[in-house]
């Protein structure tokens, strides 16, 4: 089950590896123990090229195996 809650320690994110700190909102799996910060709080970009689609950056830069960890699209 997926909850959405207060972190009460730092921790990094499941998704992009970016750090958290207490009491930071996040979203919590309970079957697999790992814990993210919502997307709407990492991306930072989105950028339409009229193809319709939409694509998107994380605040924290391009990963280097970008986009497996699906933080970046571009």
């Not at 590896?17 to 919590?28: H, S």
């Amino acid at each position: 089950m997926i909850k959405t809650m207060t972190a009460r320690y730092p921790g990094r994110d499941a998704h992009t590896g970016r750090r958290f700190n207490a009491g930071a909102e996040i979203r919590y799996d309970t079957a697999t123990r790992r814990a993210w910060i919502p997307r709407d709080d990492y991306v930072s970009h989105v950028i339409d090229f009229g193809d319709g689609k939409q694509y998107y950056r994380n605040k924290a830069g391009r990963c280097e195996d970008a986009p497996c960890c699906g933080c970046c699209t571009i």
